[in-house]
């Protein structure tokens, strides 16, 4: 009898399995695993002649009871053979048997097993034929240990041939399973050839990874595991090696066939095809290789490095907009500046590639040389995008630039470690967003997007540390703890630092070049080479959720002394225990009422958990200013009176501070507004003259810039609020909102038409201007005062929004117009949004825009959504459409949280559709639409966990998803 068998038995007849059974076993159950992770679907009958009355379902299921009860003792046994065995065998079951899913496995950082062998070097050739590809990878192998077989990656693929060192292998010299090309002939040589030649199909492929037809074209996209679908490899980010690509093709049909590196070869084939190769001398792992084939037109320049090497630059886009490719070359050209001038890193190759392909799952990707992006995150021109899309843009460009060290050439060793290539580059793409486009724009954003998104994740079932310790798919990685968090924790680094972080940063580029490493190498050599302790700064790699600050204030008039109390405190989310305190840098200013300083701005390293500052000769009780630039991903808490934030907006010349003091005056009177109406739902309720009077002494100040008088128009988002009132009904809070809004604009009426006067639409839409950022904060300034307007009086206001449509010459306005407008009821709502859509229904990534207004407004129904999914210009598989519904669906919370769940079911049909084509989309979906579920009052809660349950139980799902769903419902 088999060890299966005997499991099988102890299962059935005692409920659960006993270690011992399976310790004495060990032997024989790797044998079992062995099987089960190689067996196909014809040889699973062989198993066990005992339960051969069985059919085969009955023996998936048997199968899959057995792997969900053996997971946990495996697990626990830390044998890293065992484990990845088992892992195997999972997958090959999961594959064999989707409908017998036996239980997804958690991954952990210590079970990661070393490589048997190493790749050096790649060389493939893709033969593009009209109905297939035919491809051939010829892979220098290295041995690393004394391994009988050889297992690589491989999904999807038809193999025909396979070779080593040229001799041909007969069937029983390998094995082609679900997942992996086995070879068992292996000749003990320390070095040899691998050579396969396989089929694969990229025009029937929906899955957006590996190649792709996207439109007319193909493209590749590899993180984190789509290379196995285009060719077997060590599929992980430690096997480096370099590549050499050819690409056959039609010329006509492909006139670009690019990839990787510099051009190495273009010819004629023998059957006349375009024959053309690329070579990358960088080793790189395998989810960084990229091929793209298409018709583009191609917009051109060049950038010269500090040593005067001539790198020629390329956008490729959709024929007929290379006008909208300009923009994002001079982005580029700045990026590159940028990372030469601030952080000493220069380009290495001949070429720089970019790409914009429409159908994409994520915003860019950073393969070598060759960069891909969703089209949204690259074309773009004043007639095309609104001002935080230009914002947007140089981001991405300079985040996908900018990996060229951090993730390229210094990479990651396994995807435990994605934040180190994520986080790091980030980082300095939001230096460069900054230093672009100003503080007071640039940097909010970035707070209002940690405060909004990344801090409800923390508090969330999703929680998890910077230094990722376990996980069940790497697509679930891709998350705003890694980028968000993770670029905070960089910045932090960087302040703490100072002008030794660049020293420290070039010193670990230049010792790790061309190595996969880990946060540990990070650490060391920034610790070494700065000479700073971070022994407690590593807390942030380890530790989860959102530290808060507690400040308290004790002033004594009798002898002129200010004493300030500093806590800090980090409730673990899902234990609710107490964690080590982290190291904060602080910061701590004082000002007076006339905003005087008293004490100027001091950084302070703060680790302990509270920290006193004692102040003398101060002869008024001071306003305090710390975490200047929210210089921690943290909370605070200190009680300031309105006078007192008043002050702080009129006075300091820190932009997170003037937004910060009127974000909270505003957050204060409108929780008094909710707390006020639950007390007395009956009453009318008016605004205080006070609250009047803030307002008009900010909008009238002659030293604010637009921008800043923007911002307190920009009403805390449901969430916050909800937050703060610890209420989780959407529809109550929205109206409380609304009621403020009305009431302000009224009051306020003739100073904003004022403002509007005194601040006349720039003549000029000019990205590549100097005036370019006072611009944008005059358009965000006229247009926030326009929807104050309009929410009041939407009869007498709603033709300034018409005609600002209508005569803009820029989209921003126009689009400013459109969102306002989608938010009133009158006819002009239908007309314009009519006018939009006829105007743009062909350019698959402008329609967006429209799709966006439409669902994220409050006058948004299921029945809308539906009609948008039935217009011809919506694609149904493209990404950016379904996101432009889905996601921003879940977020427009007042019409997602309906009392009678119709918007829950509406969402989980669709994730559930969704994840059977495209899992990765999905996997982006489930956040948005279940992070609120543990807040949520009993009735709602339990219409979302019908939702939840479904979608755990949904037949076709991947593991991963059901996974996260079952982490929400296990939330206490
Ligand atoms: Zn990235």
């Not at 009392?899 to 559930?912: A, M």
Request: glycine share 4%; with cysteine.
């Amino acid at each position: 009898m088999t060890f299966l068998s005997v499991i099988l038995t102890t299962i059935f007849f005692f409920g659960s399995l006993q270690y011992n059974a399976f310790n004495c076993n060990k032997s024989d159950l790797k044998e079992n695993l062995n099987q089960l992770s190689s067996c196909q679907t014809n040889e699973i009958v062989n198993w066990d002649s005992s339960l051969l009355g069985l059919t085969k379902e009955g023996y998936a299921i048997k199968q899959r009871d057995l792997l969900n009860a053996l997971q946990g003792q495996i697990l626990a046994t830390d044998d890293i053979e065992l484990i990845t065995l088992f892992k195997r065998a999972v997958r090959n079951h999961n594959t064999l048997y989707s409908e017998y899913e036996a239980k997804p496995i958690v991954s952990f950082n210590k079970h990661h097993p070393d490589l048997d062998f190493k790749i050096p070097e790649t060389n493939i050739i893709l033969d593009v034929l009209d109905s297939e590809v035919i491809v051939t990878s010829e892979l220098s192998i290295l041995r690393q240990s004394d391994s009988s077989s050889l297992i690589l990656d491989g999904y999807k693929q038809e193999v025909s041939e396979v070779y080593i060192n040229g001799s041909k292998l007969n069937d029983s010299e390998y094995k082609v399973t679900a997942h992996e090309l086995i070879i068992l002939s292996l000749p003990k040589d320390p070095e040899f050839i691998l050579k396969v030649i396989s089929k694969i199909d990229p025009y029937n492929n929906d899955s957006m990874e590996g190649l792709y037809k996207s439109g007319k074209w193909l493209s590749t996209q590899c993180e984190s595991e789509g290379a196995r679908r285009i060719f077997y490899t060590f599929d992980r980010p430690d096997n480096l090696s370099k590549y050499t690509v050819t690409i056959i093709a039609d010329n006509k049909k492909y006139p670009t066939r690019i990839s990787n590196g510099n051009l190495v070869f273009e010819g004629i084939h023998s059957d006349g095809r375009a024959i053309i190769t690329w070579h990358d001398p960088y080793p790189k792992p395998s989810y960084l290789f990229a091929s793209v084939l298409g018709d583009f037109d191609i917009a051109e320049g060049t950038y010269n490095t500090e040593d005067e090497e001539e790198v020629k630059l390329q956008v490729f886009v959709e024929k007929g907009k290379k006008e909208q490719a300009k923009y994002s070359l001079w982005a580029l050209k700045q990026s590159m500046l940028f990372d030469q001038t601030f952080f000493d890193r220069k380009y290495d190759l001949e070429y720089l590639k970019m790409v914009s392909i429409p159908d994409y799952n994520h915003g860019a990707m950073e393969n070598k040389g060759l960069l891909i992006f969703n089209a949204q995150r690259l074309l773009i021109d004043k007639e095309s995008g609104p001002d935080n899309y230009f914002r947007a843009i140089a981001h991405t460009i300079m985040h996908e630039y900018a990996h060229n060290w951090s993730g390229n050439r210094v990479t990651v060793k396994n995807w435990f470690e994605l934040p180190l290539k994520e986080a790091f580059t980030d980082f300095r793409s939001m230096l460069f967003n900054e230093y672009l486009f100003s503080s007071e724009i640039a940097r909010i954003e970035q707070i209002q997007r940690l405060r909004e998104s990344q801090f409800p994740e923390d508090a969330s079932a999703l929680a998890h540390p910077i230094q990722i310790e376990s996980y069940v798919s790497s697509d679930e990685l891709y998350d705003q703890t890694t980028y968000v968090k993770g670029r905070e924790v960089f910045r932090m680094l960087h302040t703490i630092l100072g002008d030794k972080f660049r020293v420290a940063q070039n010193a670990y580029f230049s010792k790790y070049d061309g190595q996969a490493v880990s946060f540990k190498e990070l650490l060391s050599t920034l610790n070494e080479v700065s000479e700073v302790d971070l022994s407690v700064f590593e807390r942030w790699f380890h530790q989860v959720g959102t530290p808060t600050i507690t400040l308290s204030m004790d002033y004594n008039s009798d002898n002129n002394t200010a004493e300030i109390l500093v806590k800090q405190s980090c409730l673990h989310p899902k234990t609710h225990e107490e964690q080590k305190p982290f190291h904060i840098p602080l910061f701590l200013e004082l000002i007076n009422l006339d905003g005087k300083i008293i004490a100027p701005k001091i950084k302070v390293d703060f680790k302990d958990r509270e920290m006193v500052f004692r102040f003398d000769n101060v002869d008024e009780k001071p306003i305090p200013l710390f975490l200047h630039g929210l210089s921690a991903p943290v909370k605070w808490k200190y009680d300031f009176t309105d006078q007192e934030l008043e002050s702080i907006i009129l006075h300091t010349d820190d932009a997170f501070w003037r937004f910060e003091a009127g974000n909270i005056f505003v957050k204060k009177q409108l929780i008094n507004l909710a707390t006020t109406i639950m007390k007395n739902p009956e009453n009318e309720i008016f605004l205080s003259s006070n609250v009047h009077n803030f307002y008009r002494h900010v909008l009238n100040s002659k030293t604010l810039s637009p921008m800043a008088k923007a911002q307190i128009f920009d009403l805390p988002s449901l969430r916050t609020l909800a937050e703060e009132l610890k209420i989780y009904d959407y529809q109550f809070i929205a109206k409380v909102r609304d009621k403020y809004k009305k009431q302000l604009a009224k009051e306020l009426e003739n100073d904003l038409v004022d403002l509007l006067e005194k601040n006349p639409n720039p003549k000029t839409y000019n990205p590549y201007s100097k005036n370019f950022v006072h611009d944008m904060k005059v358009r965000e300034l006229r247009n926030s005062i326009l929807s104050y307007l309009v929410s009041f009086d939407e009869e007498k206001y709603v033709s300034l929004s018409t005609d600002q449509y209508l005569d803009s010459d820029n989209f921003n306005n126009k689009l400013a117009s459109v969102n306002i407008l989608a938010n009133t009821s009158g006819p002009q709502r239908e007309k314009t949004l009519h006018d939009f859509y006829e105007k743009w229904k062909n350019d698959k990534t402008v329609i967006n825009h429209w799709i966006i207004a439409i669902v994220s407004s409050k006058n948004c129904t299921i029945e809308m959504l539906d009609d948008i999914q039935n217009k011809d210009s919506f694609d149904p598989k493209n990404p950016n459409h379904l996101r432009s519904i889905f996601r921003v669906f879940a977020n427009n919370l007042t019409v997602y949280h309906d009392s009678e769940g119709k918007g829950y079911k509406y969402l989980t049909d669709n994730i559930i559709r969704i994840a059977s084509f495209n899992p990765v989309l999905a996997n982006q979906f489930i956040q948005a639409a279940f992070v609120d579920y543990k807040k949520l009052a009993d009735a709602q809660k339990s219409l979302m966990q019908k939702q939840l349950i479904r979608l755990r139980e949904a037949p076709g799902v991947a593991a991963s998803i059901k996974e996260r769903a079952n982490n929400f419902l296990s939330e206490s």
